[in-house]
């Protein structure tokens, strides 16, 4: 018996629109007895994002309660560096977060933005599905393949599949830790005279030893109360 190659054709990733993943949907609603649409029965995924300005005599003491704060709601770190700090806290904590952030100087401005990813959420599931039911489909059909030829080509776009699905789990992934995760970015600004901070700067430049400016005496001299 000749077995003839097997042609096919993968829509790329930007193909499956979201009209197509809607009538799946609906499809899989009916077979179920529901129905109802899938972006109207699971909850919103919400993006929480806070811009923070803060003023303090002492923003190196701020920014370490900063962290505290990030650390104890069970969030982490994000990025540091002098007059900045932001942290990300799970969704749950973030307004408890951001409230004990807030009394931490004097509030110059804040701002909180929520991105809905609900829909773009779910496009991405559903592909991903889509994706995997044809790589299933193709590992049957490298199973009847006799011919080298065709089972070369199935080899192929399994690989091809593979990598796509690959591609599809990790901004799925990223996106999920971004729903579950609220970021704060804290901008400080010291209230010190500035002449006071200049003077320090020029002193810490001056030292002759790597070794000595590596001490970071500039947060202890900042700290110092004004005469």
């Avoid at 003839?4 to 193909?15: A, H, K, Q, T, Y």
């Avoid at 990790?170 to 971004?178: D, E, V, Y």
Wanted: glycine share 6%; aromatic share 6%; charged share 30%.
């Amino acid at each position: 018996m000749t077995i003839l190659p097997i042609r096919m054709s993968l829509p790329r990733l930007g193909e499956y629109s979201k009209q197509d993943a809607f009538k799946a949907s609906d499809r899989e609603g009916d077979r179920e007895g529901g129905g109802e649409k899938v972006a109207e029965a699971v909850s919103r995924k919400l993006i929480y994002t806070a811009d923070v300005r803060l003023a303090s005599d002492d923003i190196w003491k701020v920014a370490d309660d900063i962290e505290k704060v990030a650390e104890q709601a069970g969030g982490y770190l994000l990025q540091r560096r002098r007059g900045f700090i932001s942290v990300r806290v799970p969704a749950g904590k973030y307004k408890d977060a951001l409230s004990k952030v807030s009394v931490l100087g004097v509030v110059l401005s804040k701002d909180e933005s929520a991105e809905d990813v609900t829909e773009k959420f779910f496009d991405l599931e559903t592909r991903l599905k889509a994706r995997r039911n044809y790589l299933a489909r193709l590992e049957e059909l490298s199973k009847q393949a006799f011919q080298i030829e065709a089972l070369l080509a199935i080899q192929r776009e399994i690989s091809k599949v593979i990598g796509e699905i690959e591609q599809l789990e990790g901004i799925l992934n990223r996106l999920s830790h971004l729903v579950s995760f609220s970021t704060i970015k804290v901008t400080l600004e010291s209230t010190k005279p500035q002449q006071q901070v200049t003077q320090v700067r020029c002193v810490m430049r001056t030292l002759p030893f790597y070794w000595v400016r590596s001490l970071r005496l500039e947060r202890l001299l900042e700290s110092l109360p004004q005469r």
